[in-house]
């Protein structure tokens, strides 16, 4: 992934499985101070959860953080982003797009997420896909638990393994917030790389 010409292999690999903006609570080594997400309101979801995501239809106004070198050690460095997330419906709610399009100092971010329920299953896939190349990132997997969501899949970063964690705040009808963590040591510890807080423009 190749979101931010001239800069290093850990810069292009930022936003594996975004979104939504992804876009974090975690034990982050970050410098800056993360707010902790606000209590949360459990989604609407049906029994088998292949609707958990029609409260997210429509258009919202996204801010982003992002973390310019995760995993590095380095002092960290936050790049901020404003623009859009749109979310639509495919296959009667079994599955959704989401139309990702920020930018900010370092550059614009297009790029899509597609959403996969797998009934077998009960849980949902996500994949992100940034459009500077066009090429399918790693999924994570996960589902919805009291009202947050929870995602985790794998992935490399300057050709070594890490874990991925994706979760999503339901911060109300017309807000979300959505984090992205890395972890190297298989899960133990979680540094946060994407924090995007997403509000309602219209359904």
């Known amino acids: ?29 970050s410098g800056e101070a993360l707010a902790p997400a606000p209590s949360v309101s459990p989604p609407a979801v049906s029994a088998d959860g292949q609707h958990d995501f029609d409260w997210e239809l429509g258009v919202w106004r996204s801010d982003v953080r ?22 639509r419906p495919l296959m009667d709610g079994r599955a959704n797009v989401v139309e990702f399009d920020v930018s900010g100092e370092a ?22 896909v940034s459009m500077r190349d066009g090429v399918l990132q790693p999924s994570v997997h996960g589902g919805f638990h009291d009202g947050v969501g929870e995602f985790y899949g794998k992935d490399q ?15 109300g009808p017309d ?23 997403d509000r309602r423009v219209h359904r």
Request: with cysteine; glycine share 8%; proline share 4%.
């Open 66 to 87: 992002v973390l310019a070198d995760p995993l590095s050690g380095s002092e960290d460095e936050w790049l901020r982003f404003r623009g859009t997330s749109v979310v």
């Open 175 to 197: 807000k979300a917030r959505f984090e992205q963590a890395f972890s190297d040591d298989g899960g133990a510890t979680w540094e946060t790389n994407w924090i995007a807080v």
């Open 1 to 29: 992934m190749n979101l931010f010409p001239g800069r290093t292999l850990a810069h292009k690999r930022i936003l594996v499985a975004c979104l939504a903006a992804v876009m974090l609570t975690a034990t982050a080594s």
């Open 157 to 171: 970063l300057g050709g070594r393994p890490i874990d991925v964690r994706f979760l999503i705040f339901r911060l």
């Open 107 to 128: 550059g614009r971010i297009e790029a899509l997420n597609l959403r996969l329920y797998e009934p077998q299953a009960d849980r949902w896939s996500s994949t992100f």
